[in-house]
């Protein structure tokens, strides 16, 4: 795949540069925030090979891309380096919901530090591991050493959060941090232990009350004063004379701030945590099923839409503030496996190379915990994995929460993160998350198995009112397409465009040409013409959709040397005149005139067999392509 190109394209759909007004990415999605979300071409972006939906949901446009995710955004943020994980301020009205910002924000907040939280947690499992097996001696230095590495992330988690903090509220992010480490100061801590010890005291600032509470590991009071410290800093600013602006700044800013954040926000935030935490305990003993059975069950809905990224912080919350999690990430687990194990059902039972194909490496990457890919390119596609997805998912869930199965460290979940239910000195919530995710996979598997029905395609007969035909190609599940234009016919991997070579754009062949006309390889459409006229969209009557693309950038030539023949939405023949080039011309002015011929939505296809010739005539069947 060439990343640079795809970067370029989507950038260009998606209303160019200057349409976006923020920019961050997860495991798999590029999420877009965007001025004017109309200049966007959803369906030019869905149909760009490379990309495996578009979703507009929780004032985020979402590009799913999959595992190829971070190359691409490195490609764009290469062009845009303003757009690297922060948002510039368009001083436009925002007119989105408030539930829709929310989902946004916290989206934006915890996406960037999900890495060092996995790191983290999986350093934990296995440190537990090595402890049930005896591997290592709990009051050595070695457990000690790896404790406190493990722990960096977690006890330092104010921290991390303002950085990510301050990129969405759009404040500096060093300040933001500097509170950060107010919080989580050691003679502050020490101040509050003392208190707690004594069982007596209290701490006053400038006679302010402050409460004795420890901020390591909370979540709510430092997102809670970064966001205050945005409002803080403008006004800062503006009192703040010209001539000594660079001290005056951070110094109102880190009083005002530092001091509301101890007195005041600290506080509430720390209340809102426990108060959370004390909800899901009543919740889970009141009912210890019933949340990892709905989020087993409705994971896939809330991943279609976004809005999964409210359920992490609650998961992130329940460990730090109780050491585990037993509701958001076992029934998280549940149905990641049960999504990829649907998608796994749909590839071991389609006789279509390319659903297998895609099937297959998607419903694997489900089970390691990356489910975009399977959700967007199987089960939403055929629907029957969807609900197996569900069902499975929800069973496995529900089984987890009656067992009251605890995550201790998080991470992405699927089969690489079980060992984060390693915990307590015990193995027993590790074997119960194995029994759960088995029930996930198993009846995921076995129900879209037994449900998925290869997509049929037929054509109905418009001359009778009888029951549709399927159309004699299509039985025969094999389509013939001719030569384009006289030249010799060479593999895609031979054109210097990696558009064409990597096969971003889909399958298919090169031409060299001799002659300068082309002419229709079948029966069909026009549905794509361009002002450049170096290129021709086609769709056969048999679904085909093909691209024929006269040169390399020959784009720039703005249509010099280039004529149509016809125009968009005009029916064709195999054989009619499409376009007519200046070949020499073409060529003296340095341009590559050699043309791809591809098939754009290649993966709606079994496989596309291509021929080689030193030379081939117009109407000579140059390509196959098998249902």
Known sequence: MNYQELADKIIEQIGGEENISGLTHCATRLRFNLKDEQKAQTDEIKDTAGVMGVVSKGGQYQVIIGSDVGSVYKEIVKKAPALDGQSTDSGEKDDRSAASKVIDTITGIFTPILPAITAAGMLKAVLSLLVVFNAIDKTGQTYIIIDFMADAAFYFLPILLAASSAQKFKTNMYLAMMVGGILLHPNFVGMVNAIKEAGEGSIHLFGLPISAVTYGSSVIPIILSVWFMSYVEPIADKLSPKVIKFFSKPLITIAVVGTISLVVIGPIGYFISDGISTGIKALEEFSPWLVPTIIG???????????????????????????????????????????????????????????????????????????????????????????AAMIGGGIGGLFMGIARVKNFTGGSPGLLTLPSYIGDDTLTHFYMACIGAVISI?????????????????????????????????SESIINIVNPVKGEIVQLADVADGMFSEEILGKGLAVRPVEDIVYAPFDGIVTAVFDSKHAIGLTSDTGVELLIHIGIDTVQLNGEGYDYFVEKGQKVKTGDKLIKFDLEKIAEKGYNIITPVVVTNSIDFGDIITLTSVLSDPGEQVMKVIR
């Not at 919350?317 to 109780?322: A, D, F, H, L, S």
């Not at 959700?375 to 939403?380: A, E, R, T, W």
């Not at 879209?448 to 054509?459: A, F, G, R, T």
């Open 297 to 387: 069950a409705f994971t896939p809905l809330f991943v279609a839409t976004g809005t999964h990224y409210g359920l992490v912080p609650i998961g992130i919350n329940n460990r730090m503030t109780t050491g585990y999690d037993t509701v958001i990430y076992p029934g998280m687990l549940a149905s990641n496996l049960g999504q990829g194990a649907a998608s796994l059902a749909v590839g071991l039972k389609s006789k279509d190379s390319s659903i297998k194909q895609l099937a297959s490496s998607a419903g694997l990457t489900g089970l390691f915990g990356i489910t975009e890919p399977a959700l967007y390119g199987v089960n939403l596609r055929y629907k029957t994995p969807l609900y």
């Open 442 to 474: 198993v009846i995921s598997f076995v129900i879209s198995y037994l449900l998925y029905k290869e997509p049929q395609v037929e054509q109905k007969n418009e001359q009778t009112n009888a029951e549709p035909i399927v159309n004699e190609a299509v």
